[in-house]
């Protein structure tokens, strides 16, 4: 993979984090040495990113969509969720030691064999619903940051796996303009990955196994990687068009 296009890649992707103010350039920059030394395995890649960007709210937009489609989490989904948790489902998220150490906080007695519903029903007895709240607060929060740490590891794994897609479809297109083979193998094929089918009207299962010059594939086919954030569509060279 080229130098050329591993920052082309890598930039193309980071642009669209947000807030944009707030992605520290400096730092990514300094990450990409790096980021690139695990081409071949995406998830460590995806942990620099990841350990880059650790401390600061960032989010990427393209997430959402692909999320919801996907089955995972977003952190708008997450913020959703977590606020519309009642004061006792929280608690029961927590461990049986942070349970414990909360009634210690607040001077309630337990026996140290009180199961997790138990403490649950001690902190929460007599309480009135602002009350409630009030004592749940903090573990509301750490819940909260938590799902969005694991929700950011995950979105900077697909950050990675796009980065290197972008770049190895770059690759891939130089390879396939070389003179040589385009005078054996003057057509290029599409491969639909089988991923789920995307909204945009250039799907790429509509060109599953089309076969064209190079300039009309560059115009007709969807640019690869598609929009879809797993997108492994490819391209190979062909000796016929379909
Ligand atoms: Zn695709």
């Given at each position: 993979m080229s130098d050329e296009h591993r920052q082309m890649a890598y930039w193309s992707v980071v642009?669209?984090?947000?807030?944009a103010a707030d992605i520290p350039l400096a730092r990514l920059r300094a990450a990409m040495p790096e980021f690139f030394r695990f081409s071949g395995e995406p998830k460590r890649a995806g942990s620099v990113l990841f350990d880059c960007l650790a401390g600061i709210p960032w989010d990427w937009p393209a997430w959402e969509t692909f999320a919801k489609k996907a089955g995972y989490d977003s952190l708008r989904t997450i913020s959703l969720a977590i606020a519309r948790m009642r004061p006792a489902e929280v608690l029961k998220a927590r461990s049986l030691t942070q349970l414990r150490d909360l009634c210690t906080e607040r001077s309630i007695t337990h026996l140290s064999r009180a199961t997790k519903q138990a403490l649950i029903d001690a902190l929460m007895k007599g309480a009135s619903a602002d009350v409630a709240a009030a004592i749940v607060f903090p573990f509301r929060q750490a819940l909260h940051e938590e799902a969005n740490e694991k929700c950011r590891a995950e979105m900077a794994r697909h950050l990675a796996y796009r980065i290197l897609s972008v770049a190895y479809n770059r690759e891939r297109l130089d390879q396939l303009r070389d003179p040589e083979l385009l005078s054996m193998m003057p057509f290029w094929k599409f491969h639909w990955?089988?991923?789920?089918?995307?909204?945009?009207?250039?799907?790429c299962r509509r060109f599953d196994g089309k076969r064209l010059e190079p300039q009309a594939a560059i115009t007709t086919?969807?640019?690869?990687?598609?929009?879809?954030?797993r997108c492994v569509c490819r391209l190979s060279a062909d000796t016929a068009r379909s």
């Open positions: 642009k669209d984090l947000e807030p990955c089988g991923h789920t089918d995307i909204d945009a009207p250039k799907s086919f969807p640019e690869l990687p598609c929009s879809y954030l």
